[in-house]
Nanobody, 121 residues
Framework: QVQLVESGGGLVQAGGSLRLSCAGSGSFFSMTTMGWYRQAPGKQRELVASITLGGTTTYADSVKGRFTISRDSAKNTVYLQMSSLKPEDTAVYYC???????????????WGQGTQVTVSS
């Protein structure tokens, strides 16, 4: 089984910073694209940022220039450095990874349990 465990959420004032981490564990062949999604109350889950195995990154327009995604592939860990936080960044942040269980397997998407980020004004 594959597990993704997030950490680093919390309460921060507007303009502050937080760093989220997500560590993958379990038995699998490879972990390809990893990313962060968020879901605010009453809203749909949305992509915040993603990073491929080769290091190509994608960001939502709302976080460009403020958030940075990175990964340590040797540790199956992805990070999200969040700066200049705004109240509208308040949400539950979910880690996501596309995993190939065996060399011949198709990709399966896994999710973490989520971590709350609250930005006060």
């Amino acid at each position: 089984q594959v597990q993704l465990v997030e950490s680093g959420g919390g309460l921060v004032q507007a303009g502050g910073s937080l760093r989220l981490s997500c560590a993958g564990s379990g038995s699998f062949f490879s972990m390809t694209t990893m990313g962060w999604y968020r879901q605010a109350p009453g809203k749909q889950r949305e992509l915040v940022a993603s990073i491929t195995l080769g290091g190509t990154t994608t960001y939502a327009d709302s976080v460009k220039g403020r958030f940075t995604i990175s990964r340590d592939s040797a540790k199956n860990t992805v990070y999200l450095q969040m700066s200049s936080l705004k109240p509208e960044d308040t949400a539950v942040y979910y880690c996501n990874a596309e995993v190939r269980r065996y060399s011949y397997s198709s990709l399966t998407r896994y999710w973490g349990q989520g971590t709350q980020v609250t930005v006060s004004s």
